[in-house]
């Protein structure tokens, strides 16, 4: 027989069949729908995660600190470290900041406007090579970046920091918190009506006042703010509502006030530093040689992974849950095959009498089986579609989540979706289900390949 009069057999016995046949589409059409819409789900929360991780930060990244669970043997970072560190295969940069407040200083002040008026007390004030800013990715908000001696940057709302001395304590200092507006990226901003700060400290004076255990000012000095960048957590250095000094006169200052105090000099620690791969496929080998080196780290590349691999096992339950109806969907199939099988014993017989081949005989069954799961899959896998864009409408409805995009391509395209279904799983979808169709068909045929045409013939 020729394959285009096996197909056209196919379709009149199915034809003939018109119930049954449905029946067994049907069943194929509710396995594939639970199949996909359950994978659809899993790519969703999957892809939240992904935008959730890529918000956070640069996957190159590398948060390095001391491992303090071994006490008084962690390694510290120094210089020295800082140098060994930099000196890792694929380390693209590495950049530890210099605190102010890890000084060991009772107590410090910044002062700013004319007679020292605002000040701001205990402030976020870190040291960063000022070649390294640009690098960093500090984006400029207003002036320019650090380039000489005295020249400092401050955060995008350390205006506010500043509290009035002149006024009483309690309404000394704008509250700017209460104006905050914040996206769905993690980013900030002030309200419209939000007030301004009682003075702009780009292109002005502040002074840095060290005091003793007593109190009185023991070490102060002058620098000049130059410049004024955006909020990022993601960088070094206190980009909100701190100042970020140049590293090397940072380092002067806190030299000059531990001798004005009488302080023992020791060797400068950093808390904490960042470090860069070269690349993301690089960050985990990176990761290893550091805390070979006895350090802690985290990384957003790390976190990724661990995500991924959650996301798998959800993916894997929820496909597997769905995977038990198209199961039943299976044996509903051969069991219309079987009973087809059956039904029609004569025919093969005839079939068989005629000098039909037995391999075309178990084409034609594996064929309609097929067929059946084709059909349930295309079905199938439409219906799913529709699905899934009514669960996204339900979500953003229940979650009163805000859209930045049109409802129509929030649904087509946002990857914050709780349910994706991509061409690949559309076609997942039909193959699948095909395949399924075609392996619940494999023993009728079997069984109909076998049956003795002389003893067929006399079946009625």
Do not use: H
């Not at 659809?40 to 996957?59: K, P």
């Not at 984006?139 to 401050?154: C, H, N, R, S, T």
């Not at 901003?189 to 007593?214: F, R, W």
Request: proline content about 3%.
């Amino acid at each position: 027989m020729k394959i285009k009069d096996i197909i056209k057999m196919c379709r009149e016995n199915l034809k003939r069949r018109k119930g049954r046949t449905f029946l067994s589409v049907l069943g194929v059409v509710v396995g594939c729908c639970s199949i996909i819409s359950m994978l659809s789900i899993g790519v969703g929360v999957s892809s939240q995660q992904q935008v959730w991780i890529n918000g956070m930060g640069d996957l190159t990244s590398i948060d390095v600190w001391p491992n303090y669970s071994m006490g008084d043997s962690s390694a510290q970072i120094n210089d020295e470290t800082l140098s060994q560190i930099k000196a890792v295969p694929d380390v693209k940069m590495a950049v530890a900041p210099l605190s102010l407040g890890g000084a060991g200083f009772s107590d410090f002040t910044i002062f700013a406007g004319k007679n020292d008026r605002y000040k701001s007390q205990y402030p976020e004030a870190s040291g960063i090579e000022s070649e390294m800013l640009p690098e960093i990715g500090y984006e400029l908000l207003d002036g320019e970046m650090p380039a000489k001696k005295g020249e400092i940057l401050i955060g995008e709302f350390a205006d506010y920091s500043l509290c009035d001395t002149k006024r009483p304590e309690g309404k000394n200092q704008i509250d700017f918190y209460n104006y905050m507006i914040y996206d769905e990226n993690g980013g900030e901003s002030l309200s419209p009506d939000a007030p301004e700060p009682y003075t702009n400290m780009v292109g002005s004076e502040i002074k840095v006042c060290i005091y003793d255990e007593d109190g009185k000012p023991a070490y102060s000095e002058t620098f000049r703010v130059v410049g004024k960048v955006k909020t990022n957590y993601n960088l070094v250095g206190p980009t909100n509502s701190g100042f970020i000094f140049r590293k090397e006169d940072l380092k002067a200052l806190i030299t000059e006030a531990q001798k004005s105090l009488g302080m023992k000099r020791k060797e400068l620690n950093y808390d904490s530093l960042k470090v860069w791969a070269s690349d993301v496929s690089k960050v985990t080998d990176v990761e290893t040689e550091i805390k070979s080196l006895g350090f802690e780290t985290s990384s957003m590349a790390s976190m990724r992974d661990e995500v991924k691999k959650e996301m798998a096992t959800i993916q894997l339950a929820l496909g597997g849950i769905g995977a038990v109806s198209l199961f039943v969907a299976a044996i509903g199939i051969m069991n219309t095959m079987i009973m087809s099988v059956s039904e029609r014993t004569k025919e093969i017989g005839i079939m068989k009498a005629l000098g039909c081949f037995v391999s075309d005989i178990r084409k034609l069954f594996l064929l309609e089986a097929s067929y059946i799961g084709l059909l349930g899959g295309i079905v199938g896998s439409a219906l799913s579609g529709i699905i899934s864009f009514i669960i996204n409408i339900v979500y953003v409805n229940l979650s009163g989540a805000q859209l930045e995009e049109s409802l129509i391509k929030y649904l087509l395209t946002s990857p914050n979706r709780i349910s994706i279904m991509p061409l690949w799983l559309f076609l997942f979808g039909v193959l699948f289900s095909m395949l399924v169709g075609l392996a619940a068909g494999t023993y009728p045929a079997l069984k109909a390949v076998k049956i003795s045409p002389l003893e067929a013939m006399k079946n009625e």
